[in-house]
């Protein structure tokens, strides 16, 4: 390919012709903004590291990252554990996880390192495109990798509180226990069985599993 390209340059030559105004067809170009006889401006945004001429879109060159981003600069940092550039609101208080960005986004199993697309840092630290955040948003709260709720749901639990103080269980069912996991806080507890949800007794969150078969007391059976 690369061969019949240069032979093709090469009998352009010959004969006269030209790619552009500019330059020899086959000839070994320099990348740079602006045309060195005319000053014609190839691109509002020109990094002479990546090659990338483009629209200006305040992008930046980030050294860590190792590509072009969209900015402003100043709107953003780079993680040097996640390995990635992030809004400044989230500095210092996000959770880190070694080189997260190097893994593809669960949700379309497309990269996320080199995305046009935001990434959303989830609480439990992993990252999500913001377009598949808010279209998973739609369809649950758990992160998709580790189950942990994907944003604050205090408010909601405290409402589901409620449901279940309004929601007595059958006599059969009222003193009958399992053993639950919680995503939330990885801890484990013994709660009453409830059919609306079972609340982790270590930080109160609905996020949980059932851990074990449920049991009813002795006094019960």
């Known amino acids: 390919m690369a061969a019949s390209a240069w032979e093709d340059g090469a009998r352009g030559?010959?004969?006269?012709?030209?790619?552009?105004e500019h330059y020899d067809r086959g000839c070994l170009l320099k990348a740079q903004q602006t045309c060195e006889e005319c000053s014609t401006l190839f691109g509002e945004y020109y990094c002479s590291i990546c090659h990338l001429f483009?629209?200006?879109?305040?992008?930046?060159?980030?050294?860590n990252c190792g590509i072009c981003r969209i900015?402003?600069?100043?709107?953003?940092?780079?993680?040097?554990?996640?390995?990635?550039c992030l809004a400044m609101n989230l500095q210092g208080k996000h959770k880190c996880i070694e080189n997260v960005s190097r893994q593809n986004c669960p949700i379309c199993l497309e990269d996320i390192h080199t995305s046009r697309v935001v990434?959303?840092?989830?609480?439990?630290?992993?990252?999500?495109?913001?377009?598949?955040?808010?279209e998973m948003l739609k369809e649950g709260y758990r992160c998709p990798l580790c189950m942990h709720s994907a944003l604050d749901m205090t408010r909601y639990w405290r409402q589901l509180d409620d449901e279940v103080a309004q929601t007595p269980m059958p006599s059969e069912y009222q003193n009958m226990t399992v053993d639950i996991l919680c995503n939330?806080?990885?801890?484990?507890?013994?709660?009453?069985?409830h059919i609306l949800g079972m609340k982790c007794n270590i930080c109160e969150?609905?996020?949980?599993?059932?851990?074990?078969?449920c049991r009813i007391s002795l006094d019960q059976q």
């Open 205 to 213: 969150s609905y996020n949980t599993a059932q851990a074990g078969g």
């Open 54 to 63: 483009d629209k200006d879109k305040k992008q930046y060159h980030c050294e």
């Open 184 to 193: 939330d806080c990885n801890g484990r507890s013994t709660v009453q069985f």
């Open 71 to 84: 900015g402003p600069k100043e709107d953003f940092f780079h993680c040097l554990k996640c390995n990635l």
């Open 13 to 20: 030559q010959k004969q006269g012709r030209r790619g552009c």
């Open 119 to 134: 990434a959303h840092v989830l609480p439990c630290g992993h990252l999500l495109h913001r377009t598949c955040y808010e």
